[in-house]
Structures are given as C-alpha cells and as structure tokens.
C-alpha cells in the first residue's frame, strides 16, 4: 500500500517543533555568515566557466560529452 500524500496546505507537524523550539531559544542563525568577498568572487567564476568551456570544445567532443551524460541519466551504456 502506498503511503498518504500529505496535502500542501496541511501543516508539518516536525517543521513547527523545529521553529518553536529555534525560536525559544533565540537560535535564530542557520549557519556561519558568508565572506561577500568570496560569495562575489565564486559567482564570478562560475558564471564565465560554462560558457568559457563550450567555446573551448568542439562540436564532436561537446557531442561525446553529452551522450555519455545522457547515457549515465538513463543507464544505457555504449
């Protein structure tokens, strides 16, 4: 038997104990803060390495790189 999908709107029980209980006890950090430096530095990188990648490769290596890619999705090997 399947179980029950929870409709959105009903509430998660475990979600509200986790927020009382972060709120009571003033928690209310998730994590340590970021460096803005190394947030903008990182954004940089990956936004010029993708498209720096795909003029670097050529039609057929671009071609081998997403079939193997497809292949490991779909778990069809060649």
């Not at 029950?4 to 986790?18: G, H, M, S, T």
């Not at 994590?31 to 190394?38: R, T």
């Not at 530095?41 to 671009?62: E, I, M, S």
Request: hydrophobic share 35%; proline share 9%; charged share 30%.
């Amino acid at each position: 038997m399947k179980p029950r999908r929870k409709p959105a709107d009903e509430p998660d029980v475990n979600q509200i104990a986790y927020e009382t209980v972060r709120r009571a006890t003033g928690d209310a950090n998730e994590g340590p803060a970021k460096n803005p430096a190394a947030v903008a530095l990182g954004r940089l990188g990956g936004a010029k390495g993708g498209k720096a990648r795909a003029a670097a490769l050529g039609p057929k290596r671009r071609s081998a790189i997403a079939r193997k890619a497809a292949a490991a999705r779909w778990g069809k090997p060649r």
